[in-house]
């Protein structure tokens, strides 16, 4: 697909979605049954309610809520990830110090947003009761599953990474922002999500068009992965908001709160993304540009 991330957010889902081939489902590999060793970045998240309980990714792969295409690409993606020695290459082999930090501070703020999804996610899927809204419960579900294995791999490639100096005050204002967006109305909360998932993906787009991302292979494939799943997030998510009664007139107002804190929460790590090839200001308008939209009377959301 072209990686414009000038194009409207429904032009790239669609690109997105068209883009993915069917991935063959590949044998789980051994360090796949091993309880992970990371401990929690910013938010620390419950067990899956599998039957085991089992934190590993190979119990989350055994999980039955999974839609196959999604299943076989995790699948792939963890075994992958699961060879220490390919993964710490495809981070690492030719790629300079710079950009190593680079790719550690957005994975950093990458895992607070997975941690921190897991939680919303798993929360939501016990309060709501399963057979009030089947079709709604098993989206949560699934979107659960892939965030618990987005955690994992981040965490996986970050135990490869350098840890920049700043790494404090980048948990400090991702918490920071994670915390602002939480609404005790759970719509309200939703549409809010949907506000910084879009967000992610606008973001990790602007990371893919980027040639010396691409160079680096491990981070670009596990990116690529991440925003292929977001990108349904934020249609489920919208969903649910407005099942739980959200006006769908009001995500505007969402977006103002949610792409406003993240701009405020990137703009310290400007640096990095010029490091990796992505003009920062043409991402932050980018991520602001829902204003427009708003401003020129526009019903529907553009982004
Ligand atoms: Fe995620
Ligand atoms: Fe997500």
């Not at 895992?111 to 897991?118: G, I, K, L, N, R």
């Not at 919303?120 to 419960?137: G, K, L, N, T």
């Not at 292979?217 to 249609?235: C, M, N, P, Q, S």
Request: contains cysteine; hydrophobic residues 45%.
């Amino acid at each position: 697909m072209r990686d414009d991330f000038e194009a409207s957010f429904s032009d790239q889902l669609a690109a997105i979605e068209a883009e993915a081939a069917p991935v063959a489902p590949t044998a789980v590999s051994a360090r796949l049954l091993e309880t992970p060793d990371f401990a929690p970045f910013c938010f620390a998240y419950p067990a899956p309610d599998s039957a085991s309980q089992a934190q590993h990714p190979a119990a989350l792969l055994a999980d039955l809520t999974w839609n196959a295409g999604s299943h076989a690409r995790a699948t792939s993606m963890l075994s992958a990830y699961a060879d220490d020695v390919a993964t710490r290459d495809s981070l690492l082999l030719g790629v300079d110090d710079e950009s190593q930090l680079a790719v550690a501070r957005i994975l950093a703020i990458l895992v607070c947003a997975e941690e921190s999804a897991v939680n919303v996610f798993h929360h939501e899927c016990h309060r709501i009761p399963a057979e009030q809204v089947v079709a709604d419960h098993q989206a949560l579900r699934e979107i659960e599953a892939e965030e618990r294995v987005h955690a994992w791999l981040i965490h996986a490639a970050r135990s490869h990474l350098p840890v920049p100096d700043d790494i404090d005050a980048i948990r400090r204002r991702t918490r920071r922002l994670f915390m602002r967006v939480a609404s005790r109305e759970v719509a309200t909360h939703f549409a809010r999500l949907t506000g910084l998932d879009s967000g992610v993906c606008i973001s990790l787009s602007a990371l893919l068009g980027s040639s010396r991302v691409n160079k680096i292979d491990g981070f670009a494939r596990l990116i690529k992965h991440i925003r292929r799943d977001e990108a349904t997030h934020v249609k489920k998510s919208r969903d649910h908001a407005v099942n739980l009664g959200f006006n769908p007139d009001q995500f505007h107002e969402c977006y103002d709160l949610t792409r406003s804190g993240m701009v405020g929460m990137l703009e310290p790590i400007a640096g990095s993304f010029e490091t990796l090839g992505v003009d920062p200001d043409r991402l932050f308008k980018r991520l602001m540009r829902f204003q427009e939209s708003r401003l020129a009377g526009e019903a529907a959301l553009a982004d």
